[in-house]
């Protein structure tokens, strides 16, 4: 059984700052493409950030500069770093993971997401 399990989402002010996780579960987590999409209310969804099984990473033109993916093998777990927060950002934020790395949705397993509301 696959499980991605997101958590560090809540409700914060702009400017301010978030980390989210994804713990990883069921999978060879040491050879996957991990990443994360967000969707906010009426929108598609769309691509946040990605790292390969390398720790290559790659972000939407919209977070670059300000957010920063990670992962720490030994806790099967996938980070999120997410400074200067504006309200844009507000959305569902979903961890995903695959095979390949990809700025598309072709991720296999996903997680059931985490709120980030971004106030002001």
């Known amino acids: 059984q696959v499980q991605l399990v997101e958590s560090g989402g809540g409700l914060v002010q702009a400017g301010d700052s978030l980390r989210l996780s994804c713990a990883v579960s069921g999978r060879t987590f040491s050879t996957d493409a991990m990443a994360w999409f967000r969707q906010a209310p009426g929108k598609e969804r769309e691509f946040v950030a990605a790292i390969s099984r390398y720790a290559t990473t790659y972000y939407a033109d919209s977070v670059k500069g300000r957010f920063a993916i990670s992962r720490d093998n030994a806790k099967n777990t996938v980070y999120l770093q997410m400074n200067s927060l504006n309200p844009g950002d507000t959305a569902v934020h979903y961890c995903?993971?695959?095979?390949?790395?990809?700025?598309?949705?072709?991720?296999?397993?996903w997680g059931q997401g985490t709120q980030v509301t971004v106030s002001s």
């Open positions: 995903a993971a695959g095979s390949r790395t990809t700025m598309t949705s072709n991720y296999r397993d």
